[in-house]
């Protein structure tokens, strides 16, 4: 399975764990920060292939550290979700235009989550981390 470290941005407490249960569930790297200033310090000393933004967050918000994100270019293969409660931000251009590859609407639904993250059921890695799971029961 390809090694996949995800940080997951959100200053709720429950907002951060439900996307960092289902994904360590999964056997994946999970790091979690509750600000936006969080993140540097993990992008810097991890391999990161992907972040989970909320949007609105004290301080900082999920679209300007995405638009700082993509100007930097060790962080250009890092994909970009952006996570919020309002689901209007959906049919909302600004999200293509600031770097992010997907919108997840919460509270979120697993396979929502994995298919943001380009781990969807019928991807070859999440089926192999399926049945490990599976033969260890």
């Not at 995800?6 to 764990?17: E, F, G, W």
């Not at 989970?52 to 995405?66: F, N, Q």
């Not at 979700?81 to 209007?88: I, K, N």
Request: aromatic fraction near 6%; glycine fraction near 4%; hydrophobic fraction near 45%.
């Amino acid at each position: 399975m390809t090694n996949r470290v995800i940080i997951v941005v959100d200053d709720n407490l429950a907002s951060r764990m439900l996307p960092a249960i289902m994904l360590r569930s999964l056997q994946l790297q999970v790091l979690e920060c509750e600000s936006a200033e969080g993140i540097w310090p993990l992008l810097a000393q991890y391999d990161v292939s992907h972040v989970l933004l909320d949007i609105s967050m004290p301080g900082a918000g999920g679209l300007e550290v995405a638009q700082k994100i993509r100007e930097l270019p060790q962080f250009a293969s890092v994909k970009l979700v952006a996570y919020t409660a309002d689901a209007r931000m959906t049919q909302a251009d600004w999200f293509v235009t600031s770097g992010f590859g997907a919108v997840l609407i919460k509270p979120i639904k697993r396979f929502d989550l994995l298919e943001a993250l380009d781990l969807s059921p019928t991807d070859q890695s999440y089926q192999s981390n399926i049945e490990a799971r599976s033969s260890e029961a």
